[in-house]
């Protein structure tokens, strides 16, 4: 059967018909994505600032926002599958370790330990996390509407110098206040002998979760930093191959 030119430009205006759809169908969900996440980052906000301005104190507040906190941030997991199918080019590993170390201290130190639900380096984390967050999904959100007011880029690649340096300092404190509680309960742990024949010690995994910190944090701030040099003054980063 003869194959004419005219068919092959009917099947690539489909195939290009079929992306620009993909593309626009990426487009539209990762907008709603973005401005849902920012809603409920600013609810969050809001209840965290009603709680102080009520109680005038920080006891109970965790307690006050943690299933809307336990929502959103394992709700962020969605952003893993959109690295691993290919709608945001971002590395799948950084985006996992990233959006688990956060469920993590959600769900298996905090949420797991009432003790230390009050300790003044989890409203740290959480101050932190509430500004990085509403920051981080409003550039998103105005970027893929390509109306991006110069202030959130800004605050985008700025405020981070301060705020990811105090999260860490945050959450490794929140992580040391909680290593007693771990040893004396001996939670998330497993003894030998038993019919398993495993051992797990969650203390000593706590202390290896604080000792990746050393490597991580650096990694991730100095990226950050590159990416600042980029957007905000046009410099051109060539990245070294390992």
């Not at 009917?10 to 401005?35: D, Q, R």
């Not at 971002?90 to 469920?103: D, L, N, P």
């Not at 202030?151 to 040391?176: D, S």
């Amino acid at each position: 059967m003869a194959y004419s030119e005219e068919d092959g430009t009917v099947e690539e205006k489909e195939n290009n018909n079929k992306k620009k759809t993909k593309s626009a169908l990426a487009t539209a969900w990762l907008t709603f994505y973005n401005i849902a996440m920012t809603a409920g980052w600013l609810v969050l906000a809001m209840a965290m600032i009603r709680f102080y301005i009520q109680k005038g104190t920080r006891k109970g507040l965790y307690r006050s926002i943690a299933r809307t906190l336990k929502f959103f941030q394992t709700f962020a997991l969605v952003e893993v599958g959109h690295c691993a199918i290919g709608i945001v080019r971002t590395s799948v590993i950084v985006t996992g370790v990233q959006v688990c170390s956060r469920i993590f201290m959600v769900w298996f130190i905090t949420n797991s330990i009432r003790q230390i639900q009050n300790e003044e380096s989890v409203i740290l984390f959480l101050v932190v996390w509430t500004i990085t967050e509403i920051t981080r999904y409003s550039y998103y959100t105005f970027n893929l509407l390509h109306h991006l007011p110069y202030f959130i880029k800004w605050a985008r690649y700025n405020l981070f110098i301060v705020l990811y340096p105090l999260g860490v300092a945050g959450e490794l404190l929140t992580i040391y206040a909680a290593l007693p509680f771990v040893r004396r309960s001996g939670m998330y742990s497993m003894r030998l002998p038993n019919k398993y024949n495993v051992s797990f010690d969650y203390y000593y995994c706590l202390i290896i979760a604080m000792l990746s910190y050393i490597p991580l944090f650096p990694q991730l701030f100095f990226h950050m930093l590159r990416q600042r040099r980029r957007v905000l003054h046009g410099e051109v980063i060539v990245e070294k191959d390992d």
